[in-house]
């Protein structure tokens, strides 16, 4: 009986594989244990990786927030503002938003051509945002220069653009006080009823129905 049972585990395929198995093994260890190691240190390497970009993305967020927080604080002077800014090292994540705040605040006072100089220096961002505020910020830059079919041809990019980041209304909105300026009122019209009618929880709605209003009064 025992050697009838032999011979059927001899034949066993299942046996048989783990026997060869067991084989494969023994003649491949150092092989298949260097294998294992290189394995583990890729994944180390990733873990790492990942620790490092964690740690980055979270210094990147606190000198943004960092870098917002002086730009909204009303206590301090435009000037301040600018000194504080100037002392913070933008980087090339969020935090280059820095540079995008320093001019909006160099417009703000007056200053368009440090302004201008700012974002002309500012590369191109992974950062969509970022761009698309540049764009907004160049935009208003050129409207204070006079140079009103320059600026509406940057929102107009920004309007068709299905990836763009800044809302369309606020765009449009944009837009007609321009057209509104430069008597293009019929085109203006047409902005602003697009605004009422395709955004009517917009928070620009009562100031597009007010400009209309008196467009049409003209």
């Given at each position: ?24 093994l023994r ?56 000194e504080q800014?100037?002392?913070l090292e ?129």
């Amino acid at each position: 009986m025992k050697r009838k049972e032999r011979e059927h585990l001899k034949e066993d395929p299942f046996q048989q594989f783990i026997t060869t198995a067991l084989e494969i093994l023994r003649k491949y260890k150092k092989e298949i244990f260097l294998g294992i190691a290189a394995a583990v240190g890729v994944v180390l390497i990733l873990v790492v990786m990942a620790i490092i970009q964690s740690y980055s993305i979270s210094a990147e967020n606190k000198l943004y927030a960092q870098a917002v927080n002086i730009k909204n604080d009303e206590k301090l002077s435009i000037e301040q503002k600018v000194e504080q800014l100037e002392q913070l090292e933008s980087k090339g994540g969020i935090s280059a938003s820095i540079k995008l705040l320093l001019a909006s605040l160099y417009f703000e006072k007056g200053d368009v051509q440090r302004a201008k100089e700012i974002l002309d220096n500012f590369p191109t961002s992974k950062i969509k945002l970022l761009n698309d505020q540049k764009k907004l910020l160049q935009a208003d830059i050129l409207i204070s220069s006079d140079k009103q079919d320059e600026a509406l041809e940057i929102l107009n990019q920004l309007l068709n653009d299905p990836r763009s980041e800044i809302a369309n209304d606020f765009i449009l909105l944009k837009m007609a006080r321009v057209q509104a300026k430069t008597e293009q009122t019929e085109t203006a019209v047409a902005n602003l009823n697009k605004i009422i009618d395709e955004y009517p929880q917009s928070a620009y709605n009562y100031e597009a129905r007010n400009l209309l209003n008196e467009l049409e009064e003209k």
